[in-house]
């Protein structure tokens, strides 16, 4: 059974940092890409980043030059690192196996898919 557990939202100011992490168990995260989605209440949820492997990852031009996606195989783990936040920022954020690859999530412009992996969330608010 495939699990996706996110952690590390919280409440930080304009300007601040976060890192989110994505524990997975049940499938070997180094097979796969593994992407980030976001949902702010009333809209869809978008496509953040997603990564195949170090040299091969995608990011939403909105967070482009402020979010870095890395995995750490040894510990089955992907991390969002988030910086130079803004309160557009603030939504709920999940880990996803998609049931595409990076380069059709980018290219479809990050809309939700249908089907995969998902996991429950965790909640980032950028605001004073």
């Known amino acids: 059974q495939v699990q996706l557990v996110e952690s590390g939202g919280d409440l930080v100011q304009p300007g601040g940092s976060l890192r989110l992490s994505c524990a997975a168990s049940?499938?070997?995260?180094?097979?796969?890409?593994i992407s980030w989605f976001r949902r702010v209440p009333g809209k869809e949820r978008e496509g953040v980043s997603c990564?195949?492997?170090?040299?091969?990852?995608y990011y939403v031009d909105s967070v482009k030059g402020r979010f870095t996606i890395s995995r750490d195989i040894a510990k089955n783990t992907v991390y969002l690192q988030m910086s130079s936040l803004k309160p557009e920022d603030t939504a709920v954020y999940y880990c996803?196996?998609?049931?595409?690859?990076?380069?059709?999530?980018?290219?479809?412009?990050?809309?939700?898919?249908?089907?995969?992996?998902w996991g429950q969330g965790t909640q980032v608010t950028v605001s004073t």
């Open positions: 996803a196996v998609p049931p595409q690859s990076c380069w059709a999530l980018n290219w479809g412009g990050w809309v939700e898919p249908t089907g995969g992996y």
């Open positions: 049940g499938l070997p995260m180094e097979d796969y890409a």
């Open positions: 990564i195949i492997s170090v040299k091969d990852t």
